[in-house]
């Protein structure tokens, strides 16, 4: 399949550490946001999401953190797997339109 | 493997040509998506369907792209007269619409290289 992400941002972390990766939005009307994952070859996988009105929730070794002050969002994946290798995309939206998507963050586990 | 399925996997055409790529989307998500994207890039927005009808359109989507959904399921994505610049994956997301965490989810896309 094709790779995904050749001249993105990379995050190396060793397997068993916890990963944090970080994503700034810039439009303060968004509500929902989102974490997905793409692996080579496959589309966006859902990992877990946050409304405006929280600042914080887990999934199972997972959790995102939502700062609407600085427009910032992050996800942490706790002890970190080598199936975790893949990238990341943050995606926002504000009110009914359609969701816009981040840049993207390469993760790569170290065995 | 989302539910979400995409064909073909793979298309390589000729500079000049159409081409058309379908989606069938989860049985009972009302809401469609096409998004594109580029490599090193996150998925861009093309368009979405409710039910059949065609509610939203990016400036991406050019003239030359028609995207269609005729009985609210499936949808297809014609591209005509190929450019090299419309080399890149097609993905196709759907949702149940209407609340506000509203998740999508994507096939696996279909590749297409414009020679």
């Known amino acids: 399949g094709e790779s995904v992400g050749l001249h993105l941002p990379t995050l190396s972390v060793q397997e068993g550490d916890n990963s944090i990766i970080n994503c700034a939005y810039s439009n303060s009307a968004s509500d929902y946001f989102i974490w997905y994952k793409q692996e080579s070859g496959k589309g966006p996988q859902f990992i877990i999401d946050i409304r405006s009105n929280m600042d914080k929730r887990q999934g199972q070794r997972v959790t995102v953190l939502l700062n609407k002050t600085v427009k910032h969002l992050s996800l942490q994946i706790a002890a970190t797997q080598p199936g975790d290798s893949a990238v990341y995309f943050c995606a926002e939206r504000a009110g009914r339109r359609a969701l816009t998507f981040g840049s993207g963050t390469r993760l790569q586990v170290q065995p | 493997d989302t539910g979400v399925s995409q064909d073909p996997r793979h298309k390589i055409t000729k500079r000049g040509q159409n081409v058309t790529f379908r989606c069938d989307p989860i049985s009972e998500h009302n809401r469609l998506y096409w998004y594109r994207q580029t490599l090193g890039q996150g998925p861009e927005f093309l368009t979405y369907?409710?039910?059949?009808?065609?509610?939203?359109k990016s400036r991406l989507l050019s003239d030359r792209f028609s995207a269609e959904r005729p009985k609210g399921s499936f949808s297809t994505l014609e591209i005509q007269r190929t450019e090299q610049g419309d080399s890149a994956m097609y993905l196709c997301?759907?949702?149940?619409?209407?609340?506000?965490?509203?998740?999508?989810?994507f096939g696996s896309g279909t590749q297409l290289s414009v020679l």
């Open positions: 997301a759907s949702s149940l619409g209407g609340a506000t965490n509203e998740k999508l989810f």
């Open positions: 369907f409710q039910n059949e009808a065609q509610l939203e």
